[in-house]
């Protein structure tokens, strides 16, 4: 039973455009929400979070939206760059309760 | 800081046999959980441990199970190995280990069974 679905394994732009990554949630227990950022032969570091109290939060070039109606979330990447090919996971957690990650998003960015 | 450290990084094992694998958490962080990460699968919650006690499990075997020593080094072990124990393990730590707290991963023991 995967609670937390990124249904696009993955994700190639061009350098400058827009990287969109998308998550979606089956269960509405969960108010918090993360992405984690992994590169080969490294550990995931953490990138941005949101509580379901907002329906954004930014940090620099990356945006997550929340869409609690949808039980979909969003990363966006503005300008992409090609340090940010990565494996981007989402993570959801209930309040006290563990994260559940997704399956991961290779994002590919060309120069 | 140190950041969080997992030995080995790389292990082959056979079928049947168990294997160990550890994690020292960043200094001050009391709170270790581990991952299990497939292909297909992303990141798999297999326990969290505080203070030398399991607090969470996940949805695995019995034969997947883990300590912590009381300078919050961590242990996993996985006994009667599977082909389909091969993966990248994990482990995390973080302060106490509450929900909106960051978790800090090391790099990871990439297991294969063969």
């Known amino acids: 039973d995967q609670q937390v679905k990124q249904n696009s394994p993955s994700l190639s732009v061009q350098e400058g455009r827009i990287s969109i990554l998308n998550c979606d949630y089956t269960n509405s227990m969960f108010d918090y929400f993360l992405w984690y950022k992994k590169y080969p032969a490294e550990g995931p570091t953490f990138l941005i979070s949101i509580s379901s109290i907002k329906d954004k939060n930014e940090d620099g070039r990356f945006t997550v939206f929340l869409n609690k109606s949808a039980k979909h979330l969003s990363l966006h990447i503005v300008p992409s760059q090609p340090g940010d090919s990565a494996v981007y996971f989402c993570a959801a957690s209930p309040f006290n309760g563990k994260l559940t990650f997704g399956q991961g998003t290779i994002l590919t960015v060309h120069p | 800081k140190a950041g969080v450290t997992q030995t080995p990084r790389y292990l082959i094992k056979t079928r049947g046999q168990q294997v160990t694998l550890s994690c020292s958490p960043i200094?001050?962080?009391?709170?270790v959980s581990w991952y299990q990460q497939t292909p297909g699968q992303g990141l798999q919650f297999l326990f969290e441990y505080f203070s030398e006690t399991q607090r969470n499990k996940g949805n695995f075997p019995g034969r997947f199970s883990g300590r912590q020593f009381s300078n919050s080094r961590s242990e996993m072990n996985v006994s009667t190995l599977e082909l389909g124990d091969s993966a990248l393990y994990l482990c995390?730590?973080?302060?106490?280990?509450?929900?909106?707290?960051?978790?800090?991963f090391g790099p990871g023991t990439r297991l294969l069974v063969l």
């Open positions: 200094s001050g962080h009391r709170s």
């Open positions: 995390a730590s973080s302060l106490q280990g509450a929900t909106r707290e960051t978790q800090y």
